[in-house]
């Protein structure tokens, strides 16, 4: 019996020294392994658990359709975000030790990513509701109507952006060509949001870390006219100095613009050379959120990631008395416009139907005495082609005077078009179209227009400038499309 039990006590001995290495092996394993984990990531790139670098920015690949959304993700789709896990909790309170000021401030992204993985999927529980009528309660407006998409997906969006959204402006710059734009004439629709930033009345914050987007406020009309040189044969290179400069400066002194590859930052403008200016840049241009007038994809407009404005025309910078039209019945003209000769829809356009047909009045020029406005209010259709660019002030003004707006040109994403259905309250021509367009409008029934004409005006409230802005206006529907794209990214820590 002795030698068994010696042996056994030698085996026993042996066993527990083994399960005791084990132990330690796995305990040094699970730490190493730990320091590799996302949320320790090097300053270059976020790693993941095989030790394989990874871009700092996860894009969605889906359009910015989110408000819409067909396939709309399970309940445990966001399952795995931070917000209110405990792992976060767990975070939250470590990073309020002293001695960890550079993960705390990363804890913020942290927190900002999760807070909009959180709104992302209350959207998405909102859009699988498919009534007319918002079911959420709101004391100014419920939207509702076969204008929206999904008016349930885009007022709960609405709701959040009011609760949550947070705009860093860059005080970097000096007037007049960054922070000011102008706020009468064609564009503007700039001037206005530049300034309404810079007064800070909503949605800005003075601490970048706690930003959801970072605004470039430089303003191209400004550039353009106090840079480019007309007598230059089109040498657009200043402009683009002065755009290259600001980013070199903005990225140099601040790590918002690195961090993300500029994916949350955002620049606007109404001017055509919009798209060119940003285009000296790679990352603005390809990157960025753009919020453009000339919002054209054959000219690298994606609608994913970049935002159609609408182009206005105050000409004396007054926002009153901007809208109204006169009742159906006296609506006499069939479809009008008037325009100089400006890019090839129009020089189509005034080929086919000027001085050819008193229902559908097209003008190069309007005779003496005969008022702009007053044929515009008179009409029931408007005619709205692109220019040389897509954009067109007679979109905002068809909508102001209740006329029924009739888009007509290539490759134009219209503003809103994430919220709003455009095909019921519009007509959208093909250019192969323009000498069928009294066809196509006849053919349009007397029920079907009232109930279009009834829907621009309920659509007015989203197009119209206000000072100062009231919810759902302008204003509120531009920084809205802003906010949507930066639903449609996430971006981690580096």
């Not at 090097?42 to 690949?61: A, I, M, N, Q, V």
């Not at 889906?62 to 209110?84: M, Q, V």
């Not at 940003?278 to 919002?295: E, H, P, Q, T």
């Not at 000027?354 to 005495?369: F, H, S, W």
């Amino acid at each position: 019996m002795r030698p068994s039990n010696k042996c056994f006590s030698s085996f026993t001995y042996w066993f527990s020294h083994f399960v005791v290495l084990l132990f330690i092996t796995s305990l040094v394993f699970v730490s190493c392994r730990s320091l590799l984990s996302p949320n320790f990531s090097s300053s270059h790139f976020s790693w993941s658990w095989r030790g394989k670098p990874t871009s700092s920015l996860d894009t969605e690949k889906k359009r910015a359709s989110i408000l819409h959304d067909d396939e709309a993700p399970s309940p445990t789709a966001f399952a795995s975000d931070l917000y209110g896990s405990r792992e976060f909790n767990e975070l939250d309170t470590k990073f309020k030790h002293k001695g960890n000021l550079r993960a705390h401030k990363y804890s913020k992204l942290r927190r900002i990513e999760a807070t909009l993985a959180k709104a992302r999927y209350s959207i998405r529980e909102a859009s699988k509701i498919r009534n007319l009528t918002s079911t959420f309660h709101d004391p100014d407006y419920v939207p509702r109507g076969p204008i929206y998409r999904n008016a349930n997906a885009f007022h709960r969006s609405y709701l959040e952006m009011e609760r949550l959204f947070k705009i860093f402006v860059y005080e970097e710059g000096e007037p007049p060509m960054f922070h000011d734009g102008p706020s009468k004439d064609i564009y503007a629709s700039e001037g206005r949001i530049i300034h309404e930033m810079e007064k800070g009345r909503y949605y800005r914050t003075y601490d970048p870390d706690e930003a959801f987007v970072y605004y470039l406020p430089f303003s191209v009309v400004m550039i353009v006219e106090h840079v480019y040189d007309r007598g230059s044969n089109y040498n657009v290179d200043p402009i683009g100095l002065v755009v290259k400069d600001y980013i070199h400066i903005v990225s140099h002194k601040h790590s918002f613009w690195n961090r993300s590859m500029g994916h949350d930052h955002f620049m606007l403008s109404c001017h055509d050379w919009g798209p060119l200016a940003s285009s000296f840049v790679d990352r603005l241009f390809n990157n960025a959120i753009r919020v453009l007038c000339n919002a054209n994809t054959s000219e690298g407009f994606k609608p994913a990631k970049d935002v159609s404005f609408p182009e206005m025309n105050l000409k004396t910078g007054e926002v009153t008395g901007l809208v109204g039209g006169y009742p159906t019945s006296q609506r006499t003209i069939l479809a009008f416009f008037a325009g100089h000769l400006h890019g090839y829809i129009r020089y189509l356009l005034l080929d086919s139907w000027k001085n050819k047909d008193q229902d559908v009045q097209v003008y190069e020029e309007l005779p003496q005495g005969i008022s702009y406005h007053t044929k515009l209010r008179s009409s029931k259709f408007c005619l709205c082609p692109s220019g040389y660019e897509v954009a067109s002030p007679r979109i905002v003004e068809a909508i102001f005077a209740e006329c029924v707006p009739v888009l007509i040109s290539d490759n134009y994403v219209p503003p809103f078009s994430d919220v709003l259905n455009w095909s019921s309250f519009s007509v959208q021509v093909d250019v192969k179209d323009i000498p069928n367009i009294k066809k196509i409008l006849m053919g349009i029934s007397e029920r079907q227009y009232l109930k279009m004409q009834r829907r621009v005006k309920q659509v007015q409230r989203h197009f119209v400038p206000n000072e100062p802005p009231k919810r759902y206006d302008m204003f509120h529907m531009t920084i809205h499309s802003i906010w949507l794209r930066r639903l449609n990214i996430h971006i981690r820590d580096q």
